[in-house]
Nanobody, 123 residues
Framework: QAQLVESGGGLVQAGGSLSLSCAAS????????MGWFRQAPGKEREFVAA?????????NYADSVKGRFAISRDNAKNMLYLQMNRLKPEDTAVYYC???????????????WGQGTQVTVSS
């Protein structure tokens, strides 16, 4: 069993920045990709960004955050990060860390989830 714990959420004004962290522990077999999802009240959980954990750190982003968010990792520390810049009110959501053995393009391919951290962007 893998454990993922997010941190770094909070309240920020539109146009500001926030950095999220995800500490991974436990099961490492199958940790080939890690990523971030978010879920706003009354909406489905949506893909934000993902990165290849092993080998070259290839990454991909949802169109809504491309150019504003940056995903990164530190394998030695088992840490995943999400740097969020030029935040918009529509970025407000609970952000979840995710681990998967396969490429992450939707929540269907996720093996493990964190509990989430709240990000609120005021206008």
């Amino acid at each position: 069993q893998a454990q993922l714990v997010e941190s770094g959420g909070g309240l920020v004004q539109a146009g500001g920045s926030l950095s999220l962290s995800c500490a991974a522990s436990g099961r490492t077999f199958g940790r080939n990709y890690m990523g971030w999802f978010r879920q706003a009240p009354g909406k489905e959980r949506e893909f934000v960004a993902a990165i290849r954990w092993i080998s070259s750190p290839n990454s991909n982003y949802a169109d809504s955050v491309k150019g504003r968010f940056a995903i990164s990792r530190d394998n030695a520390k088992n840490m995943l990060y999400l740097q969020m810049n030029r935040l918009k009110p529509e970025d407000t959501a609970v952000y979840y860390c995710a681990q998967s053995s396969g490429v992450i393009v939707s929540s269907n391919g996720v093996d493990y989830w964190g509990q989430g951290t709240q990000v609120t962007v005021s206008s």
